[in-house]
C-alpha cells in the first residue's frame, strides 16, 4: 500500500512538472495581455531541441538552456505579430504552434525512437527525504520539479510583489493609463511573451530528456492546450498554478490506475480533457466574474489612440 | 534617424487586398526557402515539386480537389463563425462528429434504403453531429463565459477518442482482419466518384453552393448582419435587441454542420468505413482556419484558397516521397504562410511611412 501511495504521488509529481512549467509562462503572458496559443508548439521545439543537444553534447543541462533559448527566440514571432503588428492573437498563436509542430518534426525526425543514454540524476533533498510517506515521493524529485516550482513562487513574487510585476499587470489591464506612467508598454509585451515561451520550452524539454527520455514526434500530446485551460483556471495566478497542474498530473495518472480494472483506455484518455471543460464550468457557476481575464488579454495596443 | 510613422488607412481598396495577399504568401514562400535550405533541401526544387505535384499533372490536381472538398465546406463555416469573433478551432471534432453520425445511419439503414435516400439522409446526420459538437462551446460560451478556443479545443480530443472507443470497441467490423474499424458502408451509402479520381462530387457540389448561400447570409440577411455585430459591437448589439445565445447557437450549429458533411464526405466519399480519426481527417479542421483568413472571411473565396491550400497538402505529401521529408513539412508550409498573412494584414489597414531626418 505505501508504495502504491509513493508512486502515484510521485507520478503526479512528474506528470504535473510539464504543465506547471508551461502554465506559469503563459500567465506571465497573459497578464501582460498577450493570448499566447503557441504553447503546444514551443514545447514541442523545446523538446526537440533540447534532446538533441543532450544526446549529441552528453550535457542535460546544455540541452535545458538550449531548449530555453530556442522556446524565447520562436516566440518573438508571435511578439512581433501580436504586439507590434497588432494581429489577431488567436490565428497567431496557432501558427505558431503549426510552425513548432512542423520544425519540431523537421529537425528530429533523424533522432525518432533513440533512446538518451545520459541520465539527469534526481535531486535528493537530505532530511525532508526521511517524512514517511510523502518525503520519498516530494523531495528526491527531478531537477525540472524543483524547477517548476521555483519558477511558480518566483512568477508569484515577480508580479505580485515588484514593481515590473505592476507594470506587466498594469499593462494587461488598462495599457494607455501604463503608458501615460512612462512605461514602455511594447517593451513589457515583448518580455513577457518572450519569457512565457521560454517556460513552454522548458516543459518540453523535461518531456524529452526527463520524463521519457525519448523524442517522438506529437510527444506534447495536447499538454500545451491544457497548460491554456489552466491557466484560466488558476485565475492567473501563478501559486494557484501550482497545486491546479498537480491536480491535473494526478489525472493524467489516475488513467494508469484505473486501467486494470477494466476501464476503456481511451475513456480514461479522454479524463483531462473533460475535467478541463467540468472545471471551468464549476468555476463560472460559482462566480462568473472570478473567471474575469486581463481587462485587455488579446487587445492589440496602438499607441496614440485614445 | 529614421522615422517609421503609421497611420490608419480607411478605404482599403480590392486590389490592395489581392496585392497584399500576394505579397505576403510571397514572403513567407521566401522563409519556407530559407528554412529548407537550412534543412539541407533546394528550395526552389522543392517548391515546383510542391507545386508540380498538386497543380501540375492531372492525377496531382484531381487529388487537390478531393482534398479541397472538405477545405471548402469547412472554411466556409468558419469565415462565418470568425466573424462573429467566435474562435472555433474544434472543427477537426465537428468533422468527426458528422463521420461518426454518418456512419451509423449508413450502416443502420444502408442495407433497406436506395442510394437516393440514404445518402441524403447522411449528409443530414453528418450534419446534425457536427452542429451538436458545435453549439455545446456556443452553449458555454454565452451563458458561462468559458472561452471557446479552450472549450472546442478540448472538444477535438473529447470526440476522437469517442470515436476511437466505437472502432475498437461496439463498432468494430468483422471484416477488418483484427484492425479497429467499422465495416464498410453499404454500396447504397457510398458515394460515387467522377471516373478515373477521388472526388466524391455530390459533396464537391455541395461544398461549392455552401459557400454561395453563406456568402448570401453573410451580406444579404439580418441574421449575416447580426453576426458581424455580435463579434464587432456587443453592446450596440444588446442595445438593438440581437439574442446572443440565439445568434451564436445559429452560426455555430452552420459552422459545426458544415465540418459535419466534410466529415460525411471523407467517410461515403474516401474511405467507406470508419477508421482512426487520424485516417479520417488530415488535420482539415486546422487547415481550414488558414483557408478562412486567406478568404478574407469570405465564403465564396474559401473556394479558391481552399483549392490553394489543398494544393500545399497533396505537394506536402509528394515532397515527402521524392525529398525524405517528415510529414510535418506541411505544418511548417502552413505556419509560416499563416503568420505571413495575418503580418500582411497590418499593412493592408495602415500607411507606413518612412522619414529621415538629420536630427
Known amino acids: ?306 | 534617424m529614421i522615422h517609421i510613422t503609421s497611420t490608419d488607412r480607411y478605404r482599403i481598396t480590392r486590389w490592395r487586398v489581392v496585392m497584399t495577399n500576394i505579397l505576403s504568401l510571397a514572403a513567407g514562400l521566401g522563409v519556407i526557402s530559407i528554412i529548407f535550405m537550412i534543412a539541407g533541401v533546394n528550395p526552389l526544387f522543392a517548391i515546383s515539386e510542391i507545386f508540380q505535384g498538386s497543380f501540375g499533372s492531372v492525377y496531382g490536381f484531381k487529388e487537390t480537389v478531393t482534398k479541397a472538398i472538405p477545405l471548402i465546406l469547412i472554411g466556409a463555416g468558419l469565415t462565418l463563425a470568425f466573424r462573429a469573433k467566435f474562435w472555433n478551432i474544434g472543427a477537426e471534432g465537428q468533422l468527426l462528429m458528422g463521420a461518426i453520425f454518418a456512419t451509423w445511419t449508413g450502416l443502420t439503414f444502408g442495407d433497406t434504403l436506395p442510394a437516393w435516400g440514404i445518402i441524403p439522409l447522411m449528409f443530414a446526420a453528418g450534419f446534425l453531429g457536427g452542429a451538436l459538437w458545435g453549439i455545446i462551446p456556443a452553449i458555454l460560451k454565452i451563458k458561462y463565459a468559458i472561452n471557446e478556443v479552450i472549450s472546442t479545443l478540448m472538444l477535438n480530443y473529447i470526440c476522437a477518442h469517442i470515436l476511437t472507443m466505437l472502432i475498437v470497441g461496439p463498432w468494430k467490423g468483422g471484416t477488418r482482419f483484427g484492425f479497429p474499424g467499422t465495416d464498410s458502408l453499404p454500396e447504397a451509402a457510398i458515394l460515387s466518384v467522377i471516373p478515373g479520381s477521388r472526388i466524391h462530387y455530390v459533396t464537391l457540389i455541395l461544398a461549392l453552393a455552401c459557400a454561395a448561400i453563406l456568402t448570401m447570409i453573410i451580406y444579404w440577411t439580418r441574421f449575416g448582419y447580426e453576426a458581424r455585430v455580435v463579434g464587432e459591437n456587443p453592446e450596440a448589439g444588446k442595445y438593438a435587441g440581437i439574442d446572443f445565445l440565439k445568434t451564436t447557437l445559429i452560426l455555430m450549429a452552420i459552422s459545426g454542420g458544415l465540418a459535419g458533411m466534410a466529415g460525411v464526405g471523407e467517410v461515403a466519399g474516401i474511405h467507406q468505413y470508419l477508421g482512426y480519426p487520424d485516417s479520417m481527417s488530415s488535420g482539415y479542421g486546422f487547415t481550414a482556419i488558414i483557408v478562412a483568413w486567406l478568404a478574407k472571411l469570405n465564403p465564396l473565396y474559401t473556394v479558391l484558397s481552399g483549392l490553394f491550400f489543398a494544393g500545399i497538402l497533396v505537394g506536402g505529401d509528394a515532397i515527402q516521397i521524392s525529398l525524405g521529408l517528415p510529414a510535418a513539412t506541411v505544418d511548417i508550409v502552413n505556419g509560416t504562410l499563416l503568420i505571413f498573412l495575418i503580418m500582411g494584414d497590418y499593412f493592408l489597414n495602415h500607411k507606413i511611412s518612412i522619414t529621415f531626418s538629420t536630427r
Open chain 1, 1 to 306: 500500500m505505501e508504495e502504491i501511495i509513493i508512486s502515484t504521488l510521485q507520478r503526479t509529481l512528474v506528470a504535473g512538472t510539464p504543465l506547471l512549467l508551461a502554465t506559469t509562462g503563459e500567465i506571465i503572458c497573459e497578464r501582460s495581455g498577450i493570448l499566447n496559443l503557441g504553447v503546444e508548439g514551443v514545447m514541442a521545439l523545446g523538446a526537440v531541441t533540447a534532446f538533441i543537444v543532450t544526446m549529441t553534447t552528453g550535457s542535460p543541462w546544455l540541452g535545458v538552456l538550449a531548449a530555453l533559448v530556442a522556446g524565447m527566440v520562436i516566440s518573438i514571432i508571435h511578439a512581433v505579430a501580436s504586439v507590434t503588428l497588432q494581429a489577431n492573437q488567436v490565428v497567431s498563436g496557432l501558427a505558431l504552434t503549426m510552425l513548432g509542430l512542423g520544425l519540431s518534426g523537421m529537425v528530429g525526425k533523424p533522432y525518432v525512437g533513440k533512446p538518451l543514454t545520459i541520465k539527469m540524476e534526481n535531486i535528493t533533498i537530505p532530511v525532508l527525504s526521511d517524512i514517511p510517506f510523502i518525503g520519498k515521493a516530494v523531495f528526491s524529485q527531478s531537477p525540472f520539479f524543483f524547477l517548476a516550482i521555483a519558477l511558480a513562487l518566483g512568477a508569484w513574487f515577480l508580479l505580485e510583489r515588484t514593481r515590473l510585476g505592476i507594470q506587466i499587470r498594469s499593462t494587461g489591464e488598462n495599457p494607455k493609463a501604463t503608458e501615460t506612467q512612462g512605461v514602455n508598454v511594447f517593451l513589457i509585451r515583448y518580455l513577457s511573451v518572450i519569457i512565457g515561451g521560454g517556460f513552454s520550452a522548458l516543459a518540453g524539454a523535461h518531456l524529452s530528456i526527463s520524463y521519457s527520455k525519448s523524442w517522438i514526434e506529437g510527444m506534447t500530446a495536447g499538454r500545451g492546450w491544457i497548460a491554456i485551460a489552466l491557466t484560466i483556471f488558476a485565475l492567473w495566478n501563478p501559486g494557484r498554478a501550482i497545486w491546479a497542474a498537480f491536480l491535473f498530473g494526478g489525472i493524467f495518472v489516475v488513467q494508469y490506475l484505473m486501467q486494470p480494472l477494466g476501464i476503456s483506455p481511451n475513456f480514461l484518455a479522454m479524463l483531462p480533457y473533460i475535467a478541463t471543460l467540468l472545471i471551468l464550468l464549476l468555476i463560472s457557476l460559482k462566480d462568473p466574474r472570478k473567471l474575469n481575464a486581463p481587462a485587455m488579454l488579446s487587445t492589440p495596443y496602438k499607441r496614440g489612440e485614445r
